[in-house]
């Protein structure tokens, strides 16, 4: 039990670290979460069966020296679960694709996780 605490305890001081030095600035930096397609419900015209959705995250590589680390995904109002979300850099833009039945897609919300030397910032977008 010792043990754990002890590796809680220097968890903590290091995440702490890595927030408590971004400046004003770095904190208050916009980056653009972009999301490209909508999830609504679409029948196939020759039948009642309903269409897959697809939806792209879009996201910088890099911002003012903020590199992406992780892309990560959860549903739901209280989030229990954050699931890391592959994604493939075109055009300097991380992307990554959901794709599922409406019912499937909604309530997602992606958080992309940026970092520098100093400083790591979680940027959150509802889907």
């Known amino acids: 039990m010792h043990m ?7 968890l903590l001081c290091f995440f702490n670290l890595a927030h408590a ?10 980056i653009q979460i972009d999301v490209i ?3 609504s419900d679409r029948l196939y015209k ?3 069966h309903p269409q897959m959705n697809r939806v792209v995250v879009s996201a910088p590589v890099e911002v003012e020296g903020f590199k992406i680390q992780r ?12 699931f890391p ?7 300097n833009n991380a992307e990554t694709v ?3 039945y409406p019912s499937n897609l ?22």
Do not use: P
């Not at 754990?4 to 220097?10: A, E, G």
């Not at 959860?74 to 989030?79: A, D, F, P, R, S």
């Not at 979300?85 to 055009?91: D, G």
């Open 98 to 100: 959901l794709q599922g």
């Open 37 to 39: 397609g909508s999830i």
């Open 71 to 82: 892309m990560d995904l959860t549903k739901g109002e209280v989030t229990e679960f954050w």
């Open 106 to 127: 909604e309530n997602l919300e992606m958080a992309i996780t940026y970092s520098n030397d100093r400083c790591t910032r979680v940027i959150q977008k509802r889907l």
């Open 21 to 30: 030095e971004c400046t004003k600035e770095q904190n208050q930096l916009k």
């Open 85 to 91: 979300i592959s994604y493939e850099v075109n055009n």
């Open 46 to 48: 020759n039948d009642n």
């Open 4 to 10: 754990r605490t002890l590796i809680f305890l220097q």
